[in-house]
C-alpha cells in the first residue's frame, strides 16, 4: 500500500516521502480501514518539528495523519459493533498514528460510524475538532445553567465546541469576527462579542469556565474574566503538572511539565482557579456521542482544498501557512 512517511524529526519542517509498504496486520481488536479521506491539521505539522516529542515519542519511520474516514475491510475475531462494509472514522491512537494511508488497523475502541448526510471529505473534518470540544467540557465537568466562554469560536473548533456545550446545558458566549455572527448564533451560542468592536475582557466577569482556543496572548485576559474557583481548559497553553499526571507519564516528564507550566499554574492560583490543558486522545464512544449530539442539528463540516495522497506536502505547507476557510484534506482511495 501507499503511505506518507515522516523519516525523522526537522524543527524546520521537512518532506513526507510517500512509498509502498506492506498493508498492517490486524489484533483481535482491531479492524482493517480502507482509507478514503484523512483531515490535515497543524498537529501534523507539529509532530513533524518534533514540538510534542516529550508528549508523544514517536519511532521512525513515522507513516503520518492523525483522523481517517474509510470503510472496515476486515475485522478482529473480538470485534463485535462494527462489520465489513461499515463506513467509519477516528482519531487514531496517540502513540499508533498512520492515517496517510491506504490502509489502517485501528482498535475497533477508536472508531464510530460515520453520519449518513456527511461526505467523506466533510467526515474527515470532525474526529479531531469534535473529540477535543467534548473532552475539554468532560474536563470542566460543568453544571446545567453555567456559563463558557470559548475564545475564537468562530473557526471549526467552534463549529464544534458550541453545540456539545448547548448539549451539557451550558450558556455559551464566544468572539470573532462579526461576518460570522449570524452562523455561530445560529450554532447556538447566546452571546456573540464581535472583536473589532469590543474587547471580552473588558465586558465579562465571573465565568464559569473558559475554553482557550488562541494560547498565550489571550491567556492572562482569560482568567481575568473567570469567576474565582473556575476552570480554565486550553487548546493552545503549555502542558502542566496536572496533565502529565493525568496522561499517567513518567515522574521525569510530570516534573518537566510542572516546570513548563508553571506560569499558568501561577495565574490559576491568585483565585484558586484550575488551569487544565489537553491534548485529544482516541475515543469511538465519544464520537458517537457527537453523532447523538448532532441529530437534530447536522454538523457544520467546512472543507477548504482536497489532495491527493502524492500532494501530502503540498497540503501541510497550506496548513502551515494559515488563513484556511475550512479542513484541508488528503483523499487518499
Known amino acids: 500500500m501507499k503511505a506518507a512517511v515522516l523519516e525523522g524529526y526537522n524543527k524546520n519542517g521537512c518532506d513526507l516521502v510517500v512509498k509502498d509498504i506492506p498493508v498492517p496486520a490486524i489484533s483481535g481488536e482491531e479492524v482493517l480501514v480502507k482509507v478514503h479521506t484523512a483531515g490535515v491539521n497543524p498537529l501534523d505539522n507539529m509532530i513533524i518539528h518534533g514540538e510534542v516529542k516529550l508528549i508523544v515519542q514517536y519511532s521512525f519511520p513515522l507513516i503520518m495523519g492523525n483522523e481517517f474516514v474509510g470503510i472496515i475491510e476486515k475485522t478482529g475475531g473480538t470485534v463485535r459493533d462494527f462489520k465489513v462494509g461499515d463506513r467509519v472514522y477516528g482519531r487514531m491512537p496517540l502513540k499508533n498514528i498512520g492515517a496517510f494511508a491506504e490502509y489502517v488497523a485501528v482498535n475497533q475502541n477508536a472508531i464510530a460510524k460515520v453520519p449518513e448526510y456527511l461526505s467523506d471529505e466533510e467526515a474527515a473534518c470532525v474526529p479531531l475538532t469534535a473529540l477535543t470540544a467534548l473532552q475539554a467540557f468532560e474536563l470542566m465537568n460543568p453544571k446545567k445553567g453555567e456559563t463558557v466562554f470559548i475564545s475564537g469560536g468562530t473557526g471549526s ?12 446545558g451550558l450558556t455559551v458566549i464566544t468572539n470573532g469576527n462579526g461576518e460570522s455572527r449570524d452562523r455561530v448564533l445560529k450554532l447556538g451560542a447566546d452571546r456573540f462579542i464581535d472583536y473589532k468592536k469590543e474587547n471580552y475582557a473588558d465586558i465579562l466577569s465571573n465565568v464559569d469556565y473558559v475554553l482557550d482556543t488562541l494560547g498565550d496572548r489571550e491567556l492572562p485576559n482569560e482568567f481575568k474574566i473567570l469567576k474565582d474557583e473556575g476552570s480554565l481548559v486550553s487548546l493552545r497553553g503549555l502542558p502542566n503538572g496536572e496533565f502529565a499526571a493525568r496522561s499517567n507519564m513518567s515522574l521525569i516528564k510530570r516534573c518537566l511539565f510542572k516546570i513548563a507550566g508553571s506560569k499558568y499554574d501561577r495565574m490559576a492560583g491568585q483565585k484558586n482557579q484550575k488551569y487544565f490543558f489537553i491534548f485529544v486522545h482516541e475515543d469511538g464512544a465519544g464520537l458517537s456521542r457527537i453523532s447523538e449530539i448532532f441529530k437534530g442539528t447536522p454538523i ?34
Open 300 to 333: 457544520e463540516a467546512s472543507v477548504d482544498e482536497v489532495f491527493s495522497l502524492d500532494d501530502v506536502n503540498k497540503a501541510l505547507k497550506k496548513v502551515a501557512s494559515g488563513g484556511s476557510k475550512g479542513k484541508t484534506v488528503l483523499r487518499i482511495s
Open 157 to 168: 473548533l467552534g463549529a464544534m465546541a458550541i453545540p456539545v456545550a448547548k448539549s451539557f
